[in-house]
């Protein structure tokens, strides 16, 4: 059964920085895109950035928005896959999710991902 399970939320003030981890159990990471997603109160859930996991070959994507001040990554030895949010600003601020599905290049859609953690806050308020 493979499971997902996000940490590194937390309060900053705008302009901070944050490291959201995901760890993966029960396949590893050559296998599987992963993506982090995110979702506001009142607003639908958008993907924010995800890495492909063909063997050999790294893809990342990341929406429009977080070009520049997010970036993606993976340690295979510790099946982990980290989000590293720089310049954090209060329209970034929601609950992360990490999700999963095993497949050739990772996207951006939420219908594409079979599994998914139970998310971690991110608040960004001054």
């Known amino acids: 059964q493979l499971q997902l399970a996000e940490s590194g939320g937390g309060a900053v003030q705008p302009g901070g920085s944050l490291r959201l981890s995901c760890v993966v159990s029960?396949?590893?990471?050559?296998?599987?895109?992963v993506a982090w997603f995110r979702q506001a109160p009142g607003k639908e859930r958008e993907g924010v950035s995800c890495i492909s996991a063909v063997d050999g070959y790294d893809d990342t994507l990341y929406v429009d928005s977080v070009k520049g001040r997010f970036t993606i990554s993976r340690d295979k030895s510790k099946n982990t896959v980290y989000l590293q949010m720089n310049s954090l600003k209060p329209g970034d601020a929601a609950v992360y999710y990490c999700?999963?599905?095993?497949?050739?290049?990772?996207?951006?859609?939420?219908?594409?991902?079979?599994?998914w953690g139970q998310g971690t806050q991110v608040t960004v308020s001054s």
């Open positions: 999700a999963a599905f095993a497949g050739v290049n990772c996207a951006l859609v939420a219908i594409a991902y079979d599994y």
């Open positions: 029960g396949l590893t990471l050559q296998y599987l895109n």
